[in-house]
């Protein structure tokens, strides 16, 4: 069996069901032919920023992905502050860049806006 290696993506993953921004960028590593893991940084709770467990943003992430079986894989981590690295080490630490649309997306503004609708209800 051959040994299998990630692209690793980190983030909070605040968004439920991931906005179309966490797809693209999570699909266009896929799309390479690449198996993706997603790293679910564990934030304190704050209602405004952080509103959802590790556990919601794992199933949500989990749902979101399931068509792509085992090339995506999903792992809660400690909330961070930086990314370090030194010399060359083995692997790539690269920046994608997804179209302007989906760059602005910000999931800060989807909480906010789905707050608003649940105060009208």
Same mark, same amino acid.
């Given at each position: ?7 690793l ?5 605040q968004?439920?069901p991931p906005?179309?921004?966490h ?6 590593v896929?799309n390479? !032919?690449?198996?993706?893991?997603i790293? =679910? ?5 704050? @209602?405004?920023?952080?509103?959802? $467990? ?8 989990k749902?979101a ?9 999903i ?6 502050e930086?990314?370090c690295? !030194?010399?060359?080490v083995?692997?790539d =630490?690269r920046?994608i860049?997804?179209? @302007?649309?989906?760059?602005k997306i $910000? ?5 906010k ?8 209800k």
């Amino acid at each position: 069996m051959k040994h299998k290696k990630y692209s690793l993506l980190i983030g909070r993953w605040q968004c439920i069901p991931p906005h179309k921004g966490h797809i693209a960028l999570i699909e266009t590593v896929l799309n390479e !032919g690449k198996n993706v893991l997603i790293a =679910i940084r564990d934030t304190e709770y704050d @209602p405004e920023k952080n509103p959802y $467990s590790v556990e919601q943003r794992r199933r949500a992430l989990k749902r979101a992905f399931k068509k792509w079986g085992d090339k995506v894989k999903i792992m809660k981590i400690p909330d961070i502050e930086a990314v370090c690295f !030194g010399r060359k080490v083995g692997y790539d =630490i690269r920046e994608i860049r997804l179209s @302007p649309d989906l760059e602005k997306i $910000s999931a800060t503004e989807i909480r906010k806006k789905s707050r608003e609708k649940e105060l009208w209800k």
